[in-house]
Structures are given as C-alpha cells and as structure tokens.
C-alpha cells in the first residue's frame, strides 16, 4: 500500500521562503506530484519528480529523494496568492495510472 | 473545451435516491481518473480508465458505485441509492498519457440528506 505524510498546517509570512515537506511509503513508485488546491477549487498542477534532485520553476522548485522516500515544495517570494493547500501525490507502479494523495498542507501567508 | 468540465457543480440527494455525476475530460485525453474528496482531506483514488477500458476499479467503496466510459471520452460515474457517507466531491482528472500530469475538472460537491 501507500502512505503519504505531510505536515496539516502551516504560516509564512509575505515575501519570505517555505518549505513543505512530504514523506512517503510505497509498494512502488513511478514519480511524486505537488498540486495546489485554493478551497473550493480544482487541485492544479505544480511540479512531477521521477528522479532524484531538484526540479525550478518559477518560484517553485521540488526536491526527490527516492532512497529517503522525501520530497519537498520550496516556494520563494511569497504572495498573499500562495495561501493554499498543496498536496503531495504518489504514483505506484502497481498500476501506473494511480496517484496516491496525501491529505494536503493548508498553507497561510500573512502580511 | 479548453479543460476537464464536471456536471452538477452540486448536487443533493435524498438517501437512497441514484445520481449520475459527468465528466468531460479534455479532448484527445487517453488516461481518466475519478477521485472522492472528503473535507479536509487528500483526494482517494476510486477508478482509471485508458481510452473506454476501466484498468483499475480497486477504490470503488462499494458495488454501488459504478462508472463507465463507453466511448473512451466522457465518463459517466453513477452512485446507486446514495447514503449519507457518500457526501463528498467528486474530482474527475483527465492526462495524455501516464507519465504527464493529470489535469482536474472543477468536481462535483454531492451532499446527501
């Protein structure tokens, strides 16, 4: 089976850096997504990791470690925007077509 | 269209009533998911489908759920004699292949009463 842990909550502040973190346990593993949810909303995507390293985009970056079973969300510059839940997925290769959630990080940007 | 469109935005349903819940995936889109999404909570995968084929129907809570793709585009994903537990959204997601990203439809928010 899987399991995926990330942390429920979180609080940065405008224009600073955060880090979120997400540790899994898979029976396979076939790549990690991060997706921003706003409440309410469809999750969209962020970033896909298959190997390990760190994947830049933008203001987001996502970091794999496979051995570790580790990966992380770093989002720079902050914006009152960024205030979402962000969730980590796992896809197994048990059957490459299905992603394993966590249940999400709720983070909150303040001024 | 230009993204994956779910109908009802909402839905209620008296318990024990059927409701059929739609998904069209974006065009050209071979791989079709449907997850359930309790509040407060990550999406639970429920079922996959590559072009009309459902490969993996393992998170189906229970023989009254079933969803169908006949035409290996729009879904159709019907819950029979719908409880209270079955309040939810409904997330349906839709990629070119399994090594892209899925792209989400807006779900289906199902409250039963």
């Known amino acids: 089976g899987q399991n995926i842990d990330q942390p429920t909550e979180m609080t940065a502040t405008e224009g600073a850096i955060v880090q979120i973190n997400c540790t899994y346990q898979?029976?396979?593993?076939?790549?990690l997504f991060w997706y921003q949810q706003h409440a309410g909303e469809a999750p969209t995507f962020l970033s896909y990791n298959v190997l390990d390293g760190l994947e830049e985009k933008g203001r987001f970056s996502s970091f794999l470690s496979r051995s570790k079973g580790y990966s992380y969300l770093l989002l720079k510059e902050l914006q009152m925007k960024d205030s979402a839940s962000y969730l980590c997925a796992v896809r197994g290769n048990t059957n490459a077509g299905k992603s394993t959630f966590g249940d999400g990080t709720t983070l909150t940007v303040k001024p | 269209g230009a993204g994956v469109s779910q109908s009802p935005r909402y839905k209620v349903a008296k318990r024990g009533q059927d409701v059929a819940l739609r998904c069209d995936p974006i065009?050209?889109?071979?791989?079709l998911f449907w997850y359930q999404q309790a509040l407060g909570q990550g999406p639970e995968f429920l079922t996959y489908?590559?072009?009309?084929?459902?490969?993996?129907k393992s998170g189906l809570p229970s023989d009254r759920f079933f969803a169908e793709r006949p035409e290996g585009s729009v879904s159709t994903l019907k819950i029979q004699r719908t409880q209270q537990e079955d309040s939810a959204v409904y997330l349906c997601?839709?990629?070119?292949?399994?090594?892209?990203?899925?792209?989400f439809g807006q779900g289906t928010r199902l409250t039963v009463v």
């Open positions: 489908f590559q072009n009309e084929a459902q490969l993996d």
């Open positions: 898979t029976s396979g593993f076939n790549g």
């Open positions: 997601a839709s990629s070119s292949n399994l090594n892209t990203e899925a792209f």
């Open positions: 065009s050209g889109h071979v791989s």
